[in-house]
Nanobody
Framework: QVQLVESGGGLVQAGGSLRLSCAAS????????TGWFRQAPGKEREFVAV????????SYTDSVKGRFTIPRDNAKNTVYLQMNSLKPEDTDVYYC????????????????WGQGTQVTVSS
């Protein structure tokens, strides 16, 4: 069992930065790939980024490449989403999720989800 808690969301001006944190409970978290997704009201939850359990592999959706990074610290059971050069279209609720044995962008592969944290980017 893995429990995930996101934090770090808030209001920021366009061009600014935020760092989201996903803190996990459970001794086996380091064996899970961890992804970030985002969702706007009335829209489907969409993939943002993923990092493998070892941290050796990362993948990003095209709209955030070069602006977002997804480091992880297994010693702290935490995965981050560093968001730079934020745009108003990045405004969403951001969720972290953990997947065991798979690595990818489909939300159906993820077994555990956090409660989400709101990110609002003003123009």
């Amino acid at each position: 069992q893995v429990q995930l808690v996101e934090s770090g969301g808030g209001l920021v001006q366009a061009g600014g930065s935020l760092r989201l944190s996903c803190a996990a409970s459970g001794r086996t978290f380091s064996s899970y790939a961890t992804g970030w997704f985002r969702q706007a009201p009335g829209k489907e939850r969409e993939f943002v980024a993923v990092i493998s359990w070892s941290g050796d592999s990362t993948s990003y959706t095209d709209s955030v490449k070069g602006r977002f990074t997804i480091p992880r610290d297994n010693a702290k059971n935490t995965v981050y989403l560093q968001m730079n050069s934020l745009k108003p279209e990045d405004t969403d609720v951001y969720y972290c999720a953990a997947a065991k044995g798979v690595y990818g962008s489909s939300r159906r592969w993820y077994d555990y989800w956090g409660q989400g944290t709101q990110v609002t980017v003003s123009s």
